[in-house]
């Protein structure tokens, strides 16, 4: 099994709903991470949670919200989808000191 | 703010031919860089790293050396291969004096790589 295991791979929704991407990992790291991939734009943090009780925002939250059901699961929400919005999505983790482990990613299509 | 730059992709080589994906930054305190590949449809593994000024990060042949003075960690390989066609990504990441990180990492625009044989 992979260490960073996000669900669904592929996803594709209608502008204004709701949906939920969700990540789990094994790798027992408190840091848990959303970016999204846009092309030519790179990697952008939305969110990112250090344990269990923490939540920050990233540089492009508006329109995200978070929720860290326990160490190992980080979901990421999009209350009112927009076309925008269409882009792949990476979770991470990573431990305090060291590298990071990314999972396979999500391809969100926003129609 | 933190930010980093990478040349203006994409790249299209011969196999055997040099690599070089330049990649500068900007940052304060004691950033510690990556590169990052992904191949088509994956997601992003880490291909080589260094922590402080004049450390090579080496890996897979491809190398790159954590230059203060210049503020650059620009990738190198010396005979690249059709399987090294990829999206790389040149990212830093912050830390304390101690090493300990402050967890986010800032990545550059990623450079396309292709090889054809």
Known sequence: DADVT???????TKTGKRIMLECSQTKGHDRMYWYRQDPGLGLRLIYYSFDVKDINKGEISDGYSVSRQAQAKF??????????QTALYFCAT????????????????VV | GNSVTQMEGPVTL??????????????????????????????LQLLLKATKADDK?????FEATYRKET???HLEKGSVQVSDSAV??????????????????T???????????
Do not use: D
């Not at chain 2, 790389?88 to 990492?105: D, P, V």
């Open chain 2, 14 to 43: 011969s196999e055997e031919a040099f690599l070089t994906i330049n990649c500068t930054y900007t940052a304060t305190g004691y950033p510690s860089l990556f590169w990052y590949v992904q191949y088509p449809g994956e997601g």
């Open chain 2, 88 to 105: 790389y990504f040149c990212a830093l990441s912050l830390a304390n004096a101690g090493g300990t990180s402050y967890g986010k990492l």
């Open chain 1, 6 to 12: 996000q669900t669904p791979r592929n996803r594709i």
């Open chain 2, 71 to 73: 503020t650059s960690f």
């Open chain 2, 57 to 61: 990060g080496s890996n897979k042949g």
């Open chain 1, 75 to 84: 979901s990421l929400s999009l209350e009112s989808a927009i076309p925008n």
């Open chain 2, 107 to 117: 990545f550059g625009q990623g450079t396309i790589l292709t090889v054809h044989p």
């Open chain 1, 94 to 109: 990573s431990a305090q000191v060291g590298g990071y482990t990314f999972g396979s990613g999500t391809r969100l299509t």
